[in-house]
Structure formats: structure tokens, C-alpha cells
């Protein structure tokens, strides 16, 4: 695992104050209070069973943000595609009404009330978009670049959807004011198969192609520009991913080579931790939730896909900074 020092070397900061958002393993000296101080993570959280999805499904049932923990949808995936559509009350899946056109890997994003499902896979990669309102889909606006496998953030009426295949759309960014899609900067790095977290103007995508290995790059989006930032500790393709802000994202599960991850990591605004694993290693699952109230469902596994359904549950904003005497 990467660590502050790998990054930073081993030199101590001298300043007047602590700092807002140290990395993990950081170490600086207080001027103020005379005391040389470090900050650790104390992540304590844990993944725990929840009741299955009514259907067993892969390629991503929504790629991006879909609601809460306890507020949550799933949205089309399968192989071939299909249009199912099933909301989750924090207890059970139920199935409502389903999408208009039969997708999988389509970006996702919004809550259980007021989502986008914009782009994906019927076959080949499509442009389409449908707006939930909580009772029903319409179409609406396509997106100017048809893509699968990419990601999205925000809400349905300020949302951003980044990525995806055929190339050369996988670095291609759109954004969404509630009526139409606008091209916006591309990211640093193009790629598909990754996930995000935040919102149209506070985002974080990582991990994403190339097959097979997968790539650790995170990237952060202020609005108008991507900047690259920490790196995940383990690259991964189509991992799930949760969280409110730029600063505050879940990465779990993926495919890194022929290996299925459980691996789980939060992301603090500076760097990755590794935190608890998912009980199934699995990829192209369905998320949503935050840091501390997380939700992974569906997805593949060896052999097949599975139904399974998990809460994350966390306290793992709680942090200790270090004084010595």
C-alpha cells in the first residue's frame, strides 16, 4: 500500500496550524503547540448481508450514483441486455416499472425518485437517456456521444457522465443542466469500466481500463478541469463506487487480471485506505450510498452472476491526530 512517506519522503513540515485534511501516515511539526504531531486513519466499519435482488444480473446494473443505502435503484444490465428496473427500501427489492429501452452498462444518476439512465449497451453503444420520476420513465435529450461502461455523478437535473467505449468517446465528459448534455474537458486519463463518486461540480472517477489488469488512477473534477490525485492501492476494473464528494468516495469490488476483488477503499481528498472487504468478490456490480452508509448489489462472480446484496456500515470518518511530548 502506498503510504505518505512513499509519496512525500520523509522530510517534516514545519507550519503554524494542523492541516485540514492530512493523508494518512502524515507527520508535521506545531509551531503554535510546540508539538510534533501525526494523523491516522482509524477506519472501523464493516460489509454485511442484506436481502438479495430479484434478479441475478452483471455489466452494471447503473454505473454511478443511484440513490442511498436505504433509497436505492437498479437499473437494466444483463447479457443480453434487459430493461428490469427494482428499488431497494433498505430491506427488500421490489420490482417497478422498467425502462423504456433495454440496457446494460448505461451511466446512472440521481436517487430513487429522480434518476438518469443515460448511454449503455443494446447490443452496441447507444445515446438514449430516460428520466425517472419516481412512477414512470420518459425519454429524453440523448447525450451528444453514444457510450457504454462509463460513469456518472449529481443528480438528474445537474449530473455528469464521463467515459465509456467505443473509443475515442472513453474520454469523453458531458454534463447534464436538467434539459440537455454539453460536452465539457475531457479526463487526463480515457478510459472505460470505471466508476465515481460526488457531484457535477465535486467529482471523483477511478480505476477503469485497460483490460486486463485495470488501473489504480483517480482523477478530480472541479467543475471546469480533471486533475489527477492519489492513486487507488489496487487497480481494478468495474468496481463499485459510493460517496458525496471528491473527498469522501468508496471504491469496492472489481476485476483486476482474472482475479475477482473484494477489496474496499475510502479515499479522504488526498489518498486511499484500505478498509474491509466485501464478504463477495465480484465486478460490474450496482452501488450507491456514501462513505459511511454504503450499498453493493448484484454483479459477477465466478461462474455466473449473483443476487447478493450488502450494507456497508462505517464510522470510518473517525481519525486520531498524534502528539508527542
Excluded at 37 to 63: C, E, I, Q, Y
Excluded at 80 to 102: H, K, Q, R
Excluded at 219 to 235: F, I, P, R, Y
Excluded at 274 to 299: C, D, I, Q, V
Aim: glycine content about 14%.
Amino acid at each position: 500500500m502506498t503510504t505518505y512517506t512513499d509519496i512525500h519522503g520523509t522530510q517534516i513540515e514545519v507550519r503554524s496550524d494542523n492541516p485540514t485534511n492530512p493523508a494518512e501516515g502524515q507527520i508535521w511539526y506545531n509551531t503554535t503547540n510546540l508539538k510534533l504531531r501525526g494523523f491516522s486513519l482509524n477506519p472501523v466499519g464493516a460489509w454485511a448481508t442484506g436481502n438479495n435482488t430479484t434478479k441475478a444480473a452483471s455489466a452494471n446494473r447503473g454505473h454511478g450514483t443511484q440513490g442511498t443505502q436505504t433509497a436505492a435503484l437498479a437499473t437494466g444490465g444483463g447479457a443480453p441486455a434487459f430493461a428490469d428496473v427494482e428499488e431497494y427500501n433498505g430491506s427488500a427489492w421490489t420490482e417497478i416499472a422498467n425502462l423504456n429501452v433495454a440496457k446494460a452498462a448505461a451511466v446512472s444518476i440521481g436517487t430513487n425518485t429522480a434518476t438518469l439512465v443515460a448511454g449503455g449497451n443494446t447490443g452496441s453503444a447507444v445515446a438514449t437517456n430516460e428520466s425517472w420520476n419516481g412512477t414512470a420513465w420518459t425519454e429524453i435529450a440523448d447525450m451528444n456521444a453514444a457510450k457504454s461502461t462509463g460513469t456518472g455523478t449529481g443528480s438528474a437535473t445537474a449530473g455528469l457522465a464521463v467515459g465509456g467505449t467505443p473509443t475515442p468517446t472513453n474520454t469523453n465528459c458531458e454534463i447534464w443542466n436538467g434539459s440537455s448534455w454539453a460536452e465539457v474537458n475531457n479526463l487526463n486519463s480515457g478510459r472505460y469500466a470505471l466508476n465515481s463518486a460526488g457531484t457535477s461540480t465535486d467529482g471523483l472517477v477511478f480505476a477503469g481500463s485497460p483490460e486486463p489488469a485495470g488501473v489504480a488512477i483517480t482523477e478530480k473534477w472541479n467543475g471546469t478541469s480533471w486533475t489527477e490525485v492519489g492513486d487507488l492501492n489496487t487497480a481494478r476494473l468495474q468496481p463499485g463506487g459510493a460517496g458525496t464528494s471528491s473527498s469522501a468516495a468508496l471504491a469496492f469490488g472489481g476485476l483486476g487480471g482474472s482475479s475477482y476483488l473484494n477489496a474496499t477503499e475510502q479515499y479522504n481528498g488526498t489518498s486511499w485506505t484500505e478498509l474491509n472487504n466485501l464478504n463477495t468478490a465480484r465486478f460490474a456490480l450496482g452501488a450507491a450510498g456514501s462513505t459511511t452508509a454504503g450499498l453493493a448489489y448484484a454483479g459477477s462472480i465466478p461462474g455466473g452472476n449473483t443476487q447478493a446484496t450488502e450494507e456497508w456500515s462505517s464510522s470510518s470518518a473517525v481519525t486520531k491526530t498524534i502528539d508527542t511530548d
